[in-house]
């Protein structure tokens, strides 16, 4: 019995109809959510509720984190779009020219996770900006946390229903 057939007969390929997908999908998502500029929401609730040390502690990792963000777009910013443009393009071009499936998919993730990235960049410019302590601070990472989450709800949407077409494109054909 030849192992590489073994594989692909158990683990199917295509890559809409594949449980690990939607796994991957829904997990990238959740962090996504939960990861605020690369601090937990939970550590947000807390610094709200409780002040004191646990609100110092979320501004320098707020502060921390927003200055790297900031530094990273500076410094490499032009070469990171540069490059994240070509391999979102590539990956239209082989989903949708070349009917790549697997490319498809990863387009799927990465594109709007990249709007999740220009959004942290405008947090991050905002907070530098003078939003970076107490109720300022909270109102400005809730509103990004509600935004990632919109977002999400939409890829999710968009993604599932772009499967479905596929698995049922797939299903019809064959």
Known sequence: ??????????????????????????????????????????????????????EQDLEDLVRINTNRLIFIAEEAGLWITAIGSALLTGLVVLGIGYDIEFAQAVFLLAFP???VGLLSLHSSRKIQAGEGQGEALWRRLRIHRTITQFIGMLSIFFTALWGMYQNLSAHVLH
């Open 113 to 115: 996770m990249s709007m």
């Open 1 to 54: 019995m030849d192992w590489y057939s073994t594989v692909f007969e158990l683990i199917d390929m295509r890559s809409f109809s594949n449980l690990w997908f939607w796994i991957v999908l829904a997990v990238v998502w959740s962090s996504a959510s939960h990861w605020v500029l690369g601090v937990p929401f939970d550590m947000v609730a807390r610094a709200r509720r409780n002040g004191g040390q646990a």
